[in-house]
């Protein structure tokens, strides 16, 4: 009895030693995809690279099995898929990693083969797997079902693909997906509808960050991919966040389990990291059952304070989303009445329904923007505090008005911000005066159409900001005034030639030669008291220093007038008017000394 006693101390230790290994310790499979020589798309950089990593990690981590495979056709795919499923039968763990190009299409997500041609939208079901067929083949596993995927990349297969239907979507990276099976989870490089970047190296930030901490010992998957998230937010200066869609038990996971040393004497508990780890698991999860969940178990304190405002978060994302629905119903309304020819009274209030509604969209879609940088700040204060004290947080920040801190952007600020980068980008040429008037909304108009996006442009948004920020250069067509070329991202005067001149089409074209202006026809008028006509008074005229027959012949056209209006006598001595009541009268001759015509009065 006495020597039991003695081992009782002993076999505590090891009990405790081997209570404390994790659960899932058996067999793990692992699955490595990697796309990069993509034929009917330019090749991807990094994509082989990372598939590269990621096996040797998981192969260095004592995994059972680590298939790769890289740059497969898509019925080679779907061959390596079905054996690998029958190799997740027995095991307890299984890993499937995908590097390369992913498409989303009405909502579900694609994984592209490297054969893929993706002419139509609707090839994607013929010519690409879907995300549920990666999950079909991990589905036997046991204990964990990890999908993990470094496809949020910019696809150009999305661009260039005809549309069967106008109305189906085709949106930027990745749809935000909920497992259906329990214990799986599904880990995107970027968050949904974002897209990731490839870094400058020979990997992928999000790669780089996963070889770092996936496999640590005894690390539970969730927080890993919690420090992840960390290690790509700094590398990329917060322009990529990973995102974890899914969720597990209490228990923690690791990947690896921790070997078996001596035993320890266990370390003083210490709440706030108990606390903390609550919150980032929370976070991870990011809806508001969790942090209901959350506040229920730690009601008080610090962290409570950093979760109300996600709360808040989260109730001004929904409500945001009910006004736009509810703008949408009632925009669909008036239209429909209008159409109908309904009572102006009728459509009337229609009208002043869409107009409160759109109104209160826009209320509700500043609440949100309100509440996002307020939860932003403060979750960037509460990373600041765990970086200089990790594992809890100061007594005296403990009781900080978390909810009384100012946003990190004022309204004004932020449109400010988004008129600079749409300037930058070509497509907005006014002054950034913080007035998100109807010109900034022309022009966010505008970054949509070119940059493939759908911001709303009734309000300048940090969406729109970090949008805006992702194009490195111009985006929407350099247009210039009449007269003017584009140069670069100026527009130059258009100097023609000689003789040349700028026509309508903004192109030199030569010039035609002015036409004299038409010389006006004078018409002379008669005299009213002539009344011979003109043929004679061209005759008389000529009379005047004339003889012989044309004179005689003047004489004889008046001969039969009593009167001589308007006949004008001529002989040597110069020519006069005949005299009222006279009349010439030809005597033939002419010339010298001999007039032809005389003045014969009554």
């Known amino acids: 009895m006495r020597n039991l006693l003695r081992l009782c101390p002993l076999l505590l230790a090891l009990a405790l030693l081997l209570g404390a290994q994790p659960a899932f310790a058996g067999k793990r499979v692992a699955l490595v995809l990697a796309n990069s020589a993509y034929q009917h798309a330019p090749s991807l950089a990094n994509p082989v690279n990372d598939g590269s990593v990621m096996a040797k990690t998981l192969k260095e981590a004592g995994f059972d099995v680590v298939d790769s495979r890289h740059d497969l056709s898509a019925l080679d795919t779907r061959r390596v898929l079905r054996d690998f499923a029958d190799a997740t039968r027995d095991a307890d763990i299984a890993v499937v990693y995908y590097a390369g190009h992913g498409i989303e299409v009405e909502g579900s997500n694609y994984l592209i083969p490297v054969d893929a041609k993706l002419e139509r939208d609707t090839d994607v079901y013929d010519e690409a797997l879907s995300l549920d067929r990666i999950l079909v083949a991990v589905e036997p596993a046991k204990q964990l079902r990890l999908v993990i995927l470094d496809a949020c990349r910019d696809n150009p297969f999305g661009k260039r693909m005809k549309r069967t239907i106008a109305s189906r979507g085709i949106g930027r990276g990745l749809a935000q997906v909920e497992p259906t099976s329990p214990n799986t989870l599904i880990a995107y490089s970027a968050k949904a509808g974002f ?56 228990e923690d996971v690791p990947l690896v389990p921790v070997k078996m040393t001596a035993a320890a004497p266990a370390p003083a508990a210490n709440p706030q990291a108990d606390i903390r780890r609550d919150y980032e698991l929370a976070l991870q999860v990011g809806n508001r059952a969790a942090w209901d969940a959350f506040l ?40 429909r009445l209008a159409a109908l020819g309904a009572q102006k009274d009728a459509q009337v209030k229609a009208a002043a329904d869409a107009k409160a509604a759109e109104q209160a969209q826009l209320a509700a879609q500043k609440a949100k923007e309100q509440a996002q940088q307020q939860a932003a700040v403060a979750e960037q204060q509460r990373v600041d505090l765990a970086a200089a004290a990790p594992g809890a947080a100061p007594a005296s920040t403990a009781s900080t008005n978390v909810a009384a801190l100012t946003p990190a952007i004022a309204p004004a600020d932020l449109s400010r911000s988004v008129q600079t980068e749409l300037g930058r980008v070509g497509c907005f040429s006014g002054q950034a005066d913080g007035n998100w008037n109807t010109s900034s909304q022309r022009s966010l108009s505008q970054f949509n159409r070119y940059a493939g996006t759908k911001l709303d442009v009734k309000v300048a948004s940090t969406d729109a900001l970090d949008a805006v920020k992702s194009k490195p250069s111009r985006v929407c067509p350099l247009v210039c005034e009449h007269g003017f070329k584009a140069d670069g991202d100026k527009c130059s005067k258009i100097v023609c030639r000689d003789g040349y001149a700028v026509n309508d089409d903004n192109e030199c074209e030569k010039q035609r030669a002015a036409k004299p202006a038409t010389a006006k026809r004078v018409t002379a008028k008669r005299d ?46 110069g020519c006069r008017p005949v005299h009222r009541g006279c009349r010439l009268e030809y005597r033939g001759g002419g010339g010298p000394g001999n007039d032809a015509n005389a003045e014969v009065c009554y």
């Open 528 to 573: 009213d008291g002539d009344e011979r006509p003109a043929r004679q008074r061209r005759q008389s005229a000529g009379a005047a220093g004339g003889y012989g027959a044309a004179a005689g012949i003047a004489a004889a056209a008046g001969a039969g007038r009593a009167t001589g209006g308007g006949q004008v006598y001529c002989n040597s001595g």
């Open 296 to 335: 229920a178990q730690h009601p008080d304190g610090f962290y409570a304070s950093l979760a109300k405002l996600q709360v808040e978060k989260i109730g001004a994302e929904q409500a945001h989303a009910a006004a736009i629905a509810k703008a949408k119903q009632a925009e669909a309304e008036r239209d």
């Open 195 to 250: 897209t990731a970047q490839d870094g400058d190296g020979a990997n992928s930030p999000f790669t780089v960050a996963l070889s770092k901490h996936l496999t640590t010992p005894g690390l539970d998957v969730r927080r890993a991919f919690g420090f992840v998230r960390d290690d790509v937010l700094k590398s990329t200066g917060n322009k990529q966040e990973p995102f974890v869609y899914g969720s597990l038990g209490g």
